[in-house]
């Protein structure tokens, strides 16, 4: 069988090899000292550069972020995506299909002998969850705005979203609400439970949240809170998780004081 190499390397750079030896073609990431093989089994090990030779456990080595790889067994297919593969450094034709693997498009066949692949920076996408009402809690109207009003102490909104499968992290959560017509003091306050899962888990498996949080807003104002911290658990933002999210009103403040929740966006890191 013959080694694989590249050639067209663009965006070359140099960086010292980690705990295995890679060669030419490797998918790699930077673990923040050093360069690993990428494995779509954790989506925080996504590929970041193509090793262009082969080089041993602790050598400085040449990677790049595009490039053509080149295999004169043959092995792709023409016109095919390939991605990273859930098996560690290397790169499939296969979609991973596993629990939580990470899919990362890398690139595509040139030829059976020939694989283009082409790394783009780490983007933002945004997802927004429009809440609904949980239990008592009714949709209600301010103005132009229509959201979930919580009116007394446990009435919640939720909803739930998958987490996209080309996820690499969080990057921010807002959770929004305007203020029915009477300014809201640090009285009235709020709670977020999380639950994460795939297909066949427990829905109590993976969980997240945080406290109470103050729910103020000045009269007739929209305001938004950073609530990333709800959903920092181990586990939870994983590609390919659904989300139950849960925003209960925690303790009632001053009569009449009530918000009406709009919506959670959520921006998510994607590759």
């Known amino acids: 069988m013959a080694d694989a190499y590249v050639r067209q390397a663009r965006g070359v750079f140099t960086g010292t090899v980690g705990s295995t030896d890679l060669t030419a073609g490797m998918p790699v990431y930077f673990d923040g000292t050093d360069w690993e093989k990428a494995d779509a ?31 004169t067994d043959a ?31 890398l690139g595509f066949g040139l030829s059976t002998t020939e694989l283009y692949v082409d790394i783009p920076p780490v983007k933002e996408h945004i997802v927004n969850v429009q809440l609904a009402p949980d239990g008592t809690a009714v949709m209600s109207q301010y103005g132009d705005f229509t959201g979930v009003l919580l009116d007394a102490a446990a009435e ?10 080309n996820c690499v992290g969080l990057e921010i959560a ?18 977020i439970d999380v639950s994460a899962g795939v297909d066949d888990e427990t829905t109590t498996t993976t969980t997240d949240g ?49 918000p009406l929740m709009l919506c959670l966006t959520m921006v998510f890191l994607v590759v």
């Open 41 to 71: 089994d954790d989506n925080t090990l996504f590929t970041e550069a193509i090793v262009v030779n082969n080089v041993s456990i602790g050598e400085v080595g040449a990677f790049c972020r595009s490039c053509i790889i080149v295999d």
């Open 75 to 105: 092995p792709y297919t023409q016109g095919d995506q390939y991605y990273l593969s859930a098996t560690a450094g290397t790169i499939t034709a296969t979609r991973p299909t596993g629990a939580n693997n990470l899919v990362q498009v």
């Open 156 to 165: 919640a909104a939720g909803g739930s979203l998958e987490v996209p499968a």
């Open 174 to 191: 807002h959770l929004w609400w305007t203020g029915v017509g009477t300014a809201l003091d640090a009285s009235d306050t709020y709670t």
């Open 210 to 258: 945080i406290a109470a949080a103050a729910l103020t807003v000045a009269a007739a104002d929209i305001n938004k809170a950073d609530v990333s911290a709800a959903f920092d658990g181990t586990g939870v933002i994983e590609a390919g998780n659904v989300l139950g999210i849960d925003v209960d009103k925690a303790a009632e403040g001053t009569a009449g004081d009530n």
